[in-house]
């Protein structure tokens, strides 16, 4: 059974670029949801999304936004990228029961030069 | 809202000796509680997690964490580390309930030395 998958494992983007992240949730699981981690800190939540639609949504810009298609996969896209936005994005997903755990990707380093 | 405070940001300890790494928090409603660890240059591995029944949980790897509700605690400990155990290790809070939002504490970088 494949864990949460993500891709790309690396990139590297110009500040006012914009970029998408993609998210591939374990079998059996309906919910994604997205973190980013700057170096050296907690990772902070972004949003969730179920039944294709963004549920929760942490205290991030409306430059982040993000998609899930029906195969409950999803993305998530930044847009006018700043240096601040270097980080580790890591996606996790979970079964939306209610004893539920959330399981994480191996991430997305982002670096904005 | 709900707020985690991990006391030490980093612990050296001593291949074989015991560890506690400590967590607090703070919220207005009932929590899970888990523990995650990061090795370098990875995701976030579940070690351990607190839904309901005993307060003393225990990972396949001999660490274990007790929830203390009255000190809003929920500390993770281990009784002889060893060199493989240097990690990152996150503790994190959701509200009870279905698809619910991790917060997480800023870390506690463990480092075993032989």
């Known amino acids: 059974d494949a864990g949460v998958t993500q891709s790309p494992t690396h990139l590297i983007k110009t500040r006012g670029q914009q970029v998408t992240l993609r998210c591939s949730p374990k079998?059996?699981?309906?919910?994604v949801s997205w973190y980013q981690q700057a170096l050296g800190q907690g990772p902070q939540f972004i949003f969730q999304?179920?039944?294709?639609?963004?549920?929760q949504r942490g205290n991030f810009p409306d430059r982040f936004s993000g998609h899930q298609f029906p195969n409950y996969s999803s993305e998530l896209n930044v847009n006018a990228l700043l240096l601040g936005d270097s980080a580790l994005y890591l996606c996790?997903?979970?079964?939306?029961?209610?004893?539920?755990?959330?399981?994480f990707g191996p991430g997305t380093r982002l670096l904005v030069l | 809202a709900q707020s985690v405070t991990q006391l030490d940001s980093q612990v050296p300890v001593f291949e074989e000796a015991p560890v506690e790494l400590r967590c607090n928090y703070s919220?207005?409603?009932?929590?899970?509680l888990f523990w995650y660890v990061q090795y370098p240059n990875q995701g976030l591995q579940l070690l351990l997690k607190?839904?309901?029944?005993?307060?003393l949980v225990e990972s396949i790897n001999g660490f274990e964490a007790e929830f203390n509700k009255s000190q809003t605690s929920f500390h993770l400990r281990k009784p002889s580390v060893h060199i493989s155990d240097t990690a990152e290790y996150f503790c994190?809070?959701?509200?009870?309930?279905?698809?619910?939002?991790?917060?997480f504490g800023s870390g506690t970088r463990l480092q075993v030395q032989p």
């Open positions: 994190a809070v959701s509200p009870q309930g279905g698809r619910r939002a991790l917060t």
């Open positions: 996790a997903s979970s079964p939306g029961t209610t004893q539920e755990t959330q399981y």
């Open positions: 607190y839904l309901s029944g005993s307060t």
């Open positions: 999304y179920y039944e294709e639609e963004e549920r």
């Open positions: 919220s207005s409603v009932s929590v899970y």
């Open positions: 079998s059996g699981h309906d919910t």
